[in-house]
């Protein structure tokens, strides 16, 4: 599929021409290949066989198998057409095909007749979501084959195309898958280690978890889709990261308080060794000559004594 | 299935739309806006640049087989 937005044709018109080729490819060039030997057993007068009818052949011939390898339909060429009524099956098919691709959309059936009470606030809620209208397209293309339409030769195509599941589709699942991997809390993975949890897990999961050993018990990728034990098992290493981190942290706090007593010890030490007298001999090299002896000056302290001057005997009372 | 091909066309016409409107904004938030919506865009074309190649045929078969929307 080549589709090109920067081409001069609009995205519907390679839209149309890819589904042609893909057409033509997958189911038209199965019709026109039949094997030699199966060719003679096959007794197909109806070109749209149903699924009741087309059940004993697929035994042996799937008419719209996928599982095939796509060199073959691309060659089509080396394999005889034998059988007059499957390549007009394949022809018809074609035209079908052409022919729904010139159609117009089905209109969509009418709103207001289908919802009387659309604009009717006090209406209730859930009998309006009941009528509310979705587009059976399986039941429309069930009603072309059912009538024989211009268009029942592609409802096989239909078939097999809206039965594949919503959710195969890879990118998709991807995006669930990482999110089971990666978790909410590792941000920081980078996106080569995502790729490569991913790769190991669905590895393991194809391979019936030949990685994880005998032991169902012990298997640790039989609880990794299990998101609570994923949150339960993420909270413990935290509670273990943030205790040893507390310790680590205590640890290093106790080593830069003896480095800063140790420091400010020996700080001390030398200070005491140059500046201060600490010892008796100091003491005892001390002279009174050091001293200023002013007797003069002391008594006059001892004259400007904020205490009140003595009372004499005049002074007192009585006596 | 069908609609993946049509949630993808309206996804990027959204981001026209508000590229569209944001351009000529000069205020920060709006600028900021216009920065985020344009690295939205390149995601979503990643995103899509990614289904188209494995299962882009059978999305685009989906939506033709879908006869209400066909166009």
Known sequence: MDINPEHETSCTTQYTDAFLKYVENEYCAKHRRVPVDEAENVQCRNPVPSAMASASRQLSFAPYDLSGDDEEYLTPTNVPETQAGRSDHATRLSTSARLYLNSLPEPPKNWAHMIPNLNDYHSDRMEISSTLWIPDITNWWRQQEETHSKYADLSNVVRDIFSIIQNGVEVESSFSLGRDVIGWRQSKTAGDTLHEKVVVRQFTGASHGILAGKDPESDTTNHENDSEMNKAGEERKLYRLAKVHDFLKMWQGSQNLSATQKESRAQTRQLTAIRCISDTAAIVKAFWSFFHLDGAAAFELSERSPLPPALSPKDIPGG | ?71
Request: hydrophobic share 45%.
């Open chain 2, 1 to 71: 299935m069908e609609h993946v091909i049509t949630v993808y066309h309206e996804m990027f016409d959204h981001r026209d739309d508000i590229m569209r409107a944001l351009a000529k904004k000069n205020t920060q938030w709006q600028e900021d806006l216009f920065c985020a919506v344009k690295l939205a865009g390149q995601k979503l074309s990643k995103y899509c640049a990614e289904v188209t190649p494995t299962m882009g045929m059978l999305l685009i078969s989906a939506h033709i087989l879908d006869p209400f929307q066909m166009s």
